[in-house]
């Protein structure tokens, strides 16, 4: 009995010092000590080097991290050098504290700067600060954290602020080149951003994202000059720049993203190595020896038809394309066509006039893309449409149309339209690859099949009205028509999320 007895204290001991002691909240490893202020608790642990702890306290989520620090000498040293650092509402607690009070921005401000102040700035390498709600009197607050994370050893730096009528301007001078030259990831939002002169600092930098910051033409190219590393540049939300100009210094640049500029009018790339665009207002589009773009997405009313006239010359290589745009009634005969296009989505939003509504004007798109393998539409936005059972007039047929490569088709937000499905029956009949056809007549982006959500997105009223002719449209003129070797794949409303909403209508001839 000794015996077993000895072995199980030393299995014990073995877990005590085997055991992290972060997960150990609480157990055998707290002791009780005296010392000059009275009676505390003291975590006690492996002597280890101070180097090993640090580096497990890294591993650690920063809010289990911060609170060990309460509790731990050594961990609250750790602390001091820890390396990422995120504050959002969720995190901190903007919106709720622990009582379900609602949290005002001064709280929130003096839970960051407390963090903040006991952290050495030391091996930091990732600060990401988002505070929505904050006031003028909370700049101060918004300096001294930057002054903390703006070190030699910085590769992330992410400050995203809610837009006020006066705005937070970022410090610049904290930019320097023994500050910041190792910023591999700059994300500014909500501020105003205004560089003089070059900054050094930013050779590093790969990522940059410029959202709803005010900053002009000059001040831009000047920021520009500075990131002869950049591989990726977002920018957007923004009333001062007319005239967006990518210099051709910037020989890494891969990917351009613009959005929501409602001065922009034009934008020009000297950079030869961009193979990813996208943009979402109609601008004149410069892109000078740049003939690498493979990759474009345009958003805006008119795309559709910018699409069929002006990309074909300037863009030979293209091989996605995603177009957003309402449904055009006279598409221009396309003289040339995509030869490396593969992949077409489109995205329709209609009028409210339905003979304008018209899917049958995508084909000529089609067959202007002979190495087109897959076309996704996206038919999600309600709009007017005439409904092949109020229609009695024959289907019309596009002769001449063939789709050699196409292989897989999807329909998301399939209905009754007339013109869908003669659109539909047409692709059928004319893309002899093809291997796959899948009618979405829901479009949910988010299905209770998904691992992550336990209940569908609930439907619009629109579609759940619509579903039922949808689906006798299927039944009645489109799986006829499909191939043997063609797997149809017909999305209906999930049974059990959807059940007490729908009811399956005969909708007579």
Not at 27 to 42: M, P, T, V, W
Not at 113 to 122: C, D, E, K
Not at 365 to 386: C, G, I, Q, R, Y
Request: aromatic content about 6%; charged content about 20%.
């Amino acid at each position: 009995m000794s015996m077993q007895r000895d072995r199980r204290g030393r299995q014990t001991q073995a877990r005590d010092v085997s055991v992290p002691l972060l997960v150990k909240r609480g157990c055998s490893s707290r002791q009780k000590h005296d010392d000059s202020e009275g009676k505390r608790l003291k975590y006690s642990g492996p002597d280890l080097p101070e180097e090993i702890w640090c580096h497990i306290h890294s591993l650690v989520p920063m809010q289990d991290a911060a609170r060990a620090s309460c509790v731990s000498r050594t961990f609250r040293r750790c602390w001091r050098y820890y390396p990422n650092i995120t504050f959002r509402n969720t995190i901190v607690g903007l919106n709720r504290d622990v009582r379900g009070k609602e949290e005002t921005a001064s709280e929130y401000a003096s839970k960051v700067n407390q963090v903040l102040t006991n952290h050495s700035g030391i091996g930091l390498k990732t600060i990401k600060l988002e505070f929505f709600g904050h006031r003028s009197c909370d700049c101060c607050f918004i300096d001294s954290w930057l002054q903390v994370a703006i070190t030699p050893a910085i590769e992330e730096l992410s400050l995203v602020l809610s837009s006020n009528e006066t705005p937070y301007s970022f410090p610049c001078p904290l930019l320097t080149d023994q500050c910041g030259h190792s910023i591999r990831y700059l994300h500014l939002g909500g501020c105003v951003f205004r560089p003089a002169v070059r900054l050094g600092c930013f050779s590093s930098l790969v990522n940059l994202l410029l959202y709803n910051v005010r900053i002009n033409e000059d001040e831009l190219g000047v920021l520009l000059s500075s990131c002869s590393a950049l591989e990726q540049f977002g920018f957007g939300h923004n009333n001062e720049i007319t005239c967006l100009k990518i210099p051709c210094m910037l020989q890494r640049l891969r990917d351009l993203r613009v959005v929501a500029c409602n001065k922009l009018r034009a934008i020009e790339i000297k950079a030869p190595n961009v193979s990813s665009l996208s943009f979402g207002k109609r601008v004149q589009l410069s892109l000078g020896e740049s003939l690498q773009l493979k990759k474009l997405a345009m958003s805006y009313l008119c795309a559709l038809h910018d699409a069929h006239g002006t990309l074909l010359s300037t863009m030979p290589n293209l091989e996605t394309l995603d177009i957003t745009s309402h449904l055009e009634t006279n598409i221009p005969i396309m003289q040339s066509q995509f030869l490396c296009l593969k992949y077409l989505t489109v995205t329709v939003y209609g009028y409210t006039y339905p003979n304008i509504n018209d899917y049958i004007s995508l084909i000529p798109f089609l067959d202007a893309s002979p190495s087109l393998e897959t076309f996704v539409l996206n038919a999600l936005e309600p709009m007017e449409h005439k409904s092949i059972f109020r229609d009695r007039s024959h289907l019309r047929r596009m002769p001449g149309h063939r789709h050699d490569k196409l292989k897989s088709v999807t329909i998301i937000g399939f209905n009754s339209a007339k013109s869908l499905i003669e659109l539909t029956v047409h692709i059928i009949e004319n893309a002899v690859s093809l291997e796959s056809f899948t009618l979405d007549t829901v479009g949910c982006a988010l299905r209770c099949s998904d691992s992550y959500i336990d209940k569908c997105i609930a439907m619009r009223e629109s579609t759940r009205k619509e579903v039922p002719s949808a689906l006798l449209a299927v039944q009645k003129y489109i799986q006829c028509k499909i191939p043997s070797t063609v797997k149809l794949d017909v999305l209906e409303p999930c049974g059990r999320c959807h059940a007490s909403s729908m009811s399956l209508r005969c909708v007579s001839d």
